[in-house]
């Protein structure tokens, strides 16, 4: 089997490459390929890889290339992980929107539709010369945002699954809590991807018991304060959010508290500095215990399961997994063309449209949770539009109907704003 990683000079990448080297009864990878053109860190990054994959004994073959069509050329997958324009654009995202009021973060609001504005068009980009490459690779995307990015992707016919690693962080989270094994948690995960909230925490699989009522009154305390929301959300939720719904819950809070600190991306960027200088020791031969505090946390649990389901016949992965995928009728009020981030089967025989996730069905949603997700959709159809076609009308009209925007006078600001940060990535401006 042959894996291929665009973005494999990533500080993520030894997190994937632990997962790859534990977890190889599962995905029994031969080949992996790390893609990426800024070869400097490429070959310390891969140079560590092989160092793990080393001491666990690992007998696949680690290579690296900053030719995309050589190194995706046979693959059975393509994981894509990049950045466009770096830590540099993201501190950006982060910063231009708080002059406005407004929530600075690299996926959620108007940075998050910057990041989009420059990635869809490079993934797509990326996509079409895998396709012709290797024609049936499956691309699995873990490049935010990844519910507009998956979106594209479908939308433009390839073999896409987005995925992301909030869920299977709640998983283990709530395992460790109820003090039972995390693969006998299953989460009634629904919503989109950054906007998700846990229905149901149940016990050994979809139909099981619901221990969620028990975990808020034993531990909702502790929960909360993970999310950084008040434990009385919690209660009167009775249903736990993403993290990510903080920047809606309490968006004025979170924009006072960026207002008054360091960016993530400047305390990133100094986290990837150190961590690059770690890589380069020719004695480490694991990942540093640094990388746990640089994101992507389960990251490689996830994407070895989901790529085995896929590639596999599903005996060595979990056979239903939180995948982005197409709607297709699962949540009634949205069109079948959005993607949504929900529990699904995964596995060879697929559905319907051929191979490929199916989501499990899912109850009727309060419109408490079904209005925020109708409109953050329709945001997400104006934002890809705008990624798709440019114009600065386009981008304004995304702005103008997000939930965390949604004033004239502010889409405008932000649309001005946005545009002269990021011209040097966005062709048409």
């Known amino acids: 089997m042959k894996l291929a990683v665009v973005g494999g ?174 693969s006998g948690i299953h989460l009634d995960h629904v919503g989109l991807n950054h906007l998700t909230w846990e229905l149901g925490v149940r016990k050994g699989g979809p139909d099981g018991e619901d221990l969620l009522p028990a975990l808020l009154a034993e531990h909702g305390g502790a929960v909360a304060a993970d999310l950084r929301l008040p434990r009385a959300v919690l209660d009167r939720l009775g249903v736990v ?32 500095r150190e961590l690059l200088a770690l890589y380069a020791d020719p004695a480490l031969d694991e990942k540093p215990a640094l990388l746990a505090e640089r994101g992507g946390a389960f990251y490689s649990e996830a994407a070895v399961d989901l790529a085995a389901a896929l590639l596999g016949d599903g005996s060595g992965a979990s056979p239903v997994q939180v995948v982005n995928t197409r709607n297709a009728g699962t949540l009634p009020f949205l069109p079948d063309d959005a993607v949504i981030e929900v529990q699904a089967r995964v596995d060879g025989a697929g559905g319907p449209d051929g191979p490929g996730p199916v989501p499990l069905a899912v109850p009727r949603l309060d419109p408490l949770y079904a209005g925020l997700i109708a409109h953050v959709t329709a945001y997400e159809d104006l934002a890809l539009d705008a990624a798709l076609r440019g114009s600065r009308e386009r981008v304004f009209r995304a702005l103008l109907a997000h939930p965390l925007v949604g004033q004239f006078d502010l889409a405008e600001g932000l649309t001005d704003r946005l545009l002269a940060h990021n011209r040097e990535y966005l062709a048409w401006a």
């Not at 993934?123 to 979106?151: K, Y």
């Open 9 to 182: 000079g990533s500080t993520y990448t030894p997190e994937l490459i632990d997962g790859f080297a534990r977890l190889r009864d599962t995905l029994p990878v031969s080949e992996l390929v790390l893609i990426d053109p800024a070869e400097e860190r490429l070959e310390l990054v891969g140079a560590l890889a092989r160092r793990i994959f080393a001491r666990q004994d690992h007998p696949g073959k680690i290579t690296t290339t900053s030719d995309l069509d050589a190194g995706a050329a046979g693959a059975d997958a393509v994981l894509l992980q990049l950045r466009i324009g770096g830590q540099a654009a993201r501190l950006q995202d982060e910063t231009w929107p708080l002059e406005c009021g407004c929530v600075g973060q690299e996926t959620t609001g108007a940075g998050g539709l910057a990041k989009a504005l420059r990635t869809v068009p490079v993934v797509l980009d990326i996509a079409e010369r895998v396709r012709r490459a290797s024609p049936d690779a499956w691309i699995i995307d873990f490049t935010n945002p990844v519910g507009i990015v998956t979106r594209a992707l479908l939308g433009a016919g390839h073999r896409a699954v987005g995925l992301c690693n909030v869920a299977i962080g709640l998983q283990r989270k709530f395992a460790a809590l109820l003090g039972v094994d995390p």
């Open 241 to 272: 959010p993403s993290y990510y719904l903080r920047y809606f819950y309490a968006h004025d809070e979170v924009v006072r508290e960026l207002g008054s600190k360091p960016s993530r991306a400047a305390e990133v960027a100094a986290m990837e």
